[in-house]
Every structure is written in C-alpha cells, then in structure tokens.
C-alpha cells in the first residue's frame, strides 16, 4: 500500500523539482535539487514499479529490489 502511494504523483512531484531546478540561480540549491531530480527519478522510474511487483515474491532478486528502495 505505502509503495502505491509513493507512486500516486510521481511525475507532478518531479516536474516541480525541475521547474524550481530552472528557476534558481543559488548554485547550492541548483547542486541540491539535481540530485534530488536523479535519485527521485530513478526511485519513480525504477525502484517503486520493481518493489510494487515484487510484494509477495519469496525469491532473491524480489527481496534486494525492495531492500534498494529503502
């Protein structure tokens, strides 16, 4: 439940790090929110659909996928 509910926005919530991304001019948030935009980006992309798929799953690959989002 908690994984689907990190997925509920996921693009709405990206979007507006990249708008605030563009609109800074402080080189400390700008380095800040990149990263932001990376590691969230990857969690949207990769690691919430993989973890949401593997509820369930008694193997290996399941248990790391969701370790790695955590």
Request: aromatic share 8%; with cysteine; net charge positive.
């Amino acid at each position: 439940m908690i994984l689907k509910v990190a997925f509920a926005r996921p693009n709405a919530t990206l979007n507006q790090v990249n708008d605030l991304l563009r609109k800074t001019e402080d080189r400390g948030l700008k380095q800040s929110l990149a990263i932001c935009v990376s590691l969230y980006g990857d969690a949207v992309n990769f690691d919430i659909p993989r973890a949401i798929q593997s509820v369930g799953k008694d193997n290996f690959t399941a248990r790391t996928g969701t370790n790695a989002l955590f």
